[in-house]
């Protein structure tokens, strides 16, 4: 049934290397999603300029525009379409700053293809499940904060902030869990669908991001608290 839900979903693949991006496109083609490919940086823009798509797989090292540069360009555009970064660069600074600019997972060259392909399917899933959800309770109050899952923005007196896709579904997990310390491990299951096993500092990197959205000081959290050793917990107030 869920299968169901995604089949013929739209993807951007941009990948220069051939060979990788026939590879791909054949293996995501077989799993019945709509795939087309752009070989560079320049082209990945004008495909999208032109078309809808449900998720954006992106290399980084491109012809033309980076990786980054596309990311950044999609996100000012749309907050909700997911992207997937697939690269060789496999430093930590690359990781930081491909998911601070928005990107909702990374994955990195050689990689398993069911794992690939699982990934997938898990944020294509979870974009089916948060159009879903947000229908049925598209607002809360965070503080001084209105949020609306709707059209993923965040509201005070002072300031609007758009939120991507991958950052509202984290924040409803925690809205949902208010009051009980949640792991990084159990996030990483239950928004991410990775093994708790996998490096957690992803987890970090959105957690801070969202206390500078919601918190009146970030370094002294409030509502997103840390807890030595044991994970987070979320206290709505």
């Known amino acids: 049934m869920e ?106 060259k050689p990689f398993d293809l069911r794992e690939f392909l699982l990934r997938v399917r898990r944020m294509l899933l979870r974009g089916r499940w948060y159009s879903d959800v947000s229908k049925d309770s598209p607002k809360a109050k965070i503080g001084d904060c209105v949020v609306d899952f709707d059209n993923l923005t965040v509201k005070s007196k002072s300031r609007s902030i758009t939120l991507t896709s991958r950052e509202a579904v984290l924040l409803r997990y925690f809205l949902e869990n208010s009051g009980r310390v949640i792991s990084r491990g159990e996030l990483l299951e239950n928004v991410w669908h990775l093994s708790s096993e996998v490096e957690t500092r992803t987890v970090d990197i959105f957690v801070s991001r969202l206390r500078k959205y919601f918190e009146p000081d970030p370094d002294s959290p409030i509502y997103f608290k840390s807890i030595r050793g044991e994970g987070y917990l979320f206290d709505k107030r």
């Open 3 to 108: 299968e169901n839900k995604i089949k013929g979903s739209k993807i951007l693949l941009v990948e220069d290397e051939e060979t990788m991006a026939i590879g791909l496109e054949y293996n995501l083609t077989d799993e019945g999603y709509v795939v087309e490919w752009a070989k560079n940086g320049r082209d990945a823009l004008n495909f999208y300029d032109k078309g809808r798509y449900d998720l954006i797989i992106l290399d980084i090292m491109l012809p033309y525009f980076s990786g980054f540069e596309i990311a950044k360009e999609i996100r000012s555009r749309s907050p909700k379409v997911p992207i997937l970064f697939l690269t060789a660069r496999t430093s930590s600074e690359d990781r930081v700053r491909g998911l601070e600019l928005g990107a909702d997972d990374y994955i990195t």
